[in-house]
């Protein structure tokens, strides 16, 4: 994704800020008088990055059942496709959105004014770290990007076991990543790197893997994931380790690697303030947050946010396989991410 401040010069947007007066949080109704309301409002437009047959759609098909009455309209996309649209739609004064998540929507969304704090009551099991306090967002998944390799191009004694394997000549012009520009994209990738290796050291690793001739391929890391199984590369860089274990269930020649620091990040959920659905959308957050709706997720192959619901595969979480992981704050990651997407912009464009 585009650096949050790149978003709102490209869009025009610092004149038409929503006004931050009244962005309290939303109090808490009851699921009845959600439903109620929801009702007369009759949909809910989703905007959302996840994998539409894995996720979405098991989702939704759900959600519908247990809320006759109530549709889901799925507008579905790569991040930074979904963030320029509601960005435009607020710009037009004609937000479509009612509710959006993502690794990295939080900072152009609140730059924006457009986000609607909310918190729901199902928050309440979320660690600290996986929502955030005065209801901005909840993380209704997390996720652990690491590499991943073709396990017919790759030689269990060949695979790599640290940063530094991933410098062998033999990689050269193998490995793939994401251009999505989010922390589950490069720009993690190299923050993650000058946390553990710190700034000077850092900096002089990701200049050879400059060298590397890391293919970018302009869509998200599902696809990076594809086109390794396909055998067009060797390794995928930055991959969802969920990703791998699905494919791996269904025969394909993938398997994720427990290199260290792999990269923690969260899909947070979001609120839209003037959204056209907000009863409904605060529904649907409060149903992703449930144990049931956490439990679809399970069903599906992610990595639910409530620690109540476990995932399908546990060697998934660190806590079970081991591998280290990179996860800033939030705060953190918004301070960050504009450094660590010029110095991409430096080394590997």
Do not use: C
């Not at 969304?109 to 929502?131: D, F, S």
């Not at 991943?148 to 990543?177: C, Q």
Request: hydrophobic share 45%; charged share 20%.
């Amino acid at each position: 994704m585009l650096a949050a401040s790149s978003l709102m010069r490209r869009l025009g947007l610092a004149a038409v800020l929503l006004p931050l007066a009244g962005s309290l949080p939303v109090s808490a109704q009851s699921e009845k008088e959600l439903y109620e309301a929801a009702k007369k409002e009759g949909s809910i437009n989703w905007y959302t990055g996840f994998v539409q047959n894995q996720l979405v759609r098991p989702v939704v098909a759900n959600f519908e059942a247990k809320y006759p009455g109530l549709r889901i309209n799925v507008t579905g996309g790569r991040d930074i496709d979904i963030m320029i649209k509601i960005l435009a739609e607020a710009k037009a004064g004609s937000l479509q959105a009612d509710l959006v998540e993502g690794p990295s929507v939080v900072k152009p969304l609140r730059e924006a004014g457009l986000i609607q704090p909310y918190v729901p009551e199902a928050a309440a099991k979320l660690a600290p770290n996986h929502k955030d306090a005065k209801g901005d967002w909840n993380a209704v998944l997390v996720h652990y990007l690491v590499p991943a390799v073709n396990t017919e191009l790759v030689k269990p004694a060949d695979e790599p076991k640290s940063l530094d394997d991933l410098l062998d000549p033999k990689w050269k012009g193998k490995i793939a990543w994401t251009g999505e520009m989010t922390i589950a994209g490069p720009p993690g990738f190299i923050g993650s790197v000058l946390n553990a290796y710190g700034e000077e050291k850092g900096m002089a690793y990701l200049e050879k893997l400059g060298a590397q001739k890391v293919a970018t391929i302009p869509s998200n890391p599902r696809v990076v994931l594809d086109q390794v199984i396909a055998g067009q590369y060797a390794i995928g860089l930055v991959t969802y380790n969920h990703h791998s274990a699905i494919s791996i269930a269904k025969g394909a020649p993938v398997k994720w690697l427990p290199v260290n620091p792999a990269i923690g990040a969260m899909a947070r959920e979001v609120l839209l303030k003037g959204g056209p659905h907000p009863n409904g959308a605060k529904l649907l957050i409060n149903y992703l947050l449930s144990p049931e709706g956490q439990k679809v997720i399970q069903e599906a192959g992610y990595i639910p946010s409530n620690p109540a619901v476990d995932a399908k595969d546990p060697s998934l979480k660190p806590e079970v396989t081991g591998f280290k992981v990179f996860s800033p704050p939030p705060a953190d990651e918004d301070r960050d991410i504009d450094k660590w997407i010029a110095i991409y912009k430096k080394l590997f464009q």
